[in-house]
């Protein structure tokens, strides 16, 4: 039995952040109120309470900030790279002095442990900015003897697991390209975005640049099926990713589409184990498992199995789950009640489907959105649980003997998004990352980002790439 640490609350205080009751669309530099006169409630998951009221666009919302980004388009796009530049080295300089209200904001909106927004989101979210920022002057150096040149508008659609850092992904290597853009966040986080916006007002960025439109999938097939924007870039469901492919063919418009992944996370008995153990933790319960990385279907060499799976299941005993404002809390709230109600399915999925489950025991709040950590083993390669993807706290595992067993094993999935190999020796570490069908591949370490290396998948889990010159690629044309 493990022991449980008492740790005493350690809350991050609040009281520096300031909101508003209701937020208004960012079109043209200012905020305007919705001329669809709708509004929605953006609710703390930990809570379940209304943080604020957001407006939602409708058509004419979308048309207008469409227009305010296609005027803004000559005069952006023409500007000097260095000076391009300025305003993006601004935005994440300010991002960075902001750093503690922009953490407790996207934790208070999403959920998700207030370390790592405060350690991970955040920071990334500024070093995308600083990168992008660098290369504006650039681009002819990057692209040697291509003329890079901008595409346009960009419509940018993000989903909830990364707000600010998605937003950030999308808006950075777009505007140091010379584009400008309409970007919509998720319906359930849309409080960094419109904090951004605020910074983005404050660094004197010109009227129509950027545009920030709240809302949720109607917003958002707006956006696609208007006829200006050059470019759709979208991260979030397959599903939904397969309607936006779809109109970017209809409006003959560039795209790239960053969407769903199962990942394998491979543990050979030659590995660092209780390095592979925390890499295992890291891989599947960071962020609520709500990574579309996630390494959500775990392969143990056999003669290692028992092993690693004890040191697992001692290592989930000491989860603190829980409050996501606590500065020791190692999982937060589930992000909507209508996401813990889609995991909660696949646990009752897994048991039916005969798989063993194994979940640490955990106080759980009474009121909000939670799920403990949980372990599945006893499991098929058919199984659901292992096949489709559960964007939760829900780790898979199974055994293999080889090394050709496990690369048919982790290759069958229809996504192809990331991986991750932990081994002792450099000869298989490449051997894998040839044979695994996958964007992303990590080795002895998981979920490393970083804004100078390219992100991306195959198959069902997309295609273009985000981050590094790759990123800033998917915003150019070529002569
Ligand atoms: P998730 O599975 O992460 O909730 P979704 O793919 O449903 O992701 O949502 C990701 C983003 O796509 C959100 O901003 C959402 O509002 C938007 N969205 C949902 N449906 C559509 C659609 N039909 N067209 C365009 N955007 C959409």
């Excluded at 004890?310 to 909507?336: H, Y």
Aim: aromatic share 10%; proline share 5%.
């Amino acid at each position: 039995m493990t022991e449980k640490w008492n740790l005493s609350a350690a809350p991050e205080s609040t009281s520096h952040v300031e909101l508003q009751d209701t937020y208004h669309l960012f079109i043209n530099g200012e905020f305007r109120k919705p001329k669809s006169g709708k509004y929605f409630d953006t609710i703390n998951p930990a809570t379940n309470t209304v943080i604020a009221t957001v407006s939602e666009a409708g058509k004419q919302d979308v048309d207008d900030a469409m227009k305010a980004a296609e005027k803004a388009f000559p005069a952006w796009s023409k500007l000097d790279g260095k000076e391009r530049g300025k305003y993006i080295f601004r935005i994440a300089r300010m991002i960075q002095e902001r750093s503690r209200e922009f953490a407790v904001i996207e934790s208070l909106d999403g959920g998700k442990p207030i370390r790592e927004s405060r350690d991970v989101d955040i920071p990334l979210a500024a070093a995308h900015f600083f990168y992008c920022a660098g290369w504006a002057d650039k681009l002819e150096y990057a692209f040697p003897n291509r003329s890079p040149k901008p595409l346009g508008v960009a419509a940018q659609i993000i989903p909830w697991n990364f707000p600010l850092l998605m937003a950030a992904w999308k808006i950075a290597p777009a505007l140091a390209c010379g584009n400008t853009v309409v970007l919509k966040p998720a319906e359930t986080t849309p409080l960094t975005a419109l904090k951004l916006a605020e910074i983005i007002q404050e660094a004197g960025l010109p009227p129509g640049v950027v545009n920030i439109v709240t809302g949720a999938g109607e917003t958002g097939a707006a956006m696609t099926a208007h006829p200006i924007p050059k470019k759709l870039a979208f991260t979030g469901s397959t599903e939904v990713g397969k309607f936006i492919y779809k109109a970017a063919l209809d409006g003959n418009k560039k795209v790239t589409l960053e969407l769903g992944g199962k990942a394998a996370n491979i543990i050979f008995d030659d590995a660092p184990i209780e390095a592979a153990v925390e890499g295992i933790i890291n891989g599947i319960y960071f962020n609520q498992g709500h990574v579309c990385c996630a390494g959500s279907r775990l392969f143990v060499q056999e003669t290692v199995y028992e092993e690693v799976l004890s040191k697992l299941k001692r290592r989930m005993d000491t989860f603190i789950v829980g409050d996501p404002m606590d500065k020791n809390t190692d999982i937060g709230a589930i992000n909507s009640k209508a996401q813990l109600k889609t995991i909660e399915e696949y646990l009752k999925i897994g048991r039916e489907e005969g798989a063993e489950i194994y979940q640490p025991k955990c106080n759980l709040p009474k009121t909000g959105n939670w799920c403990a950590p949980t372990l599945f083993t006893n499991v098929a390669q058919s199984n659901r649980i292992v096949q489709e993807e559960i964007f939760g706290p829900v780790l898979a595992i199974q055994t293999f003997r080889t090394i050709d067993e496990v690369i048919d094993k982790a290759n069958n999935t229809p996504y192809g998004l990331s991986a991750g190999v932990w081994t002792d020796k450099g000869s298989k570490i490449f051997q894998l990352t040839q044979a695994l069908k996958a964007g992303v591949i990590w080795a002895n370490t998981y979920n490393k980002f970083d804004a100078t290396s390219p992100f991306g998948g195959y198959k069902e889990s997309g295609f273009g790439r985000e981050g590094g010159i790759h990123g800033m690629e998917a915003y150019l044309k070529f002569d």
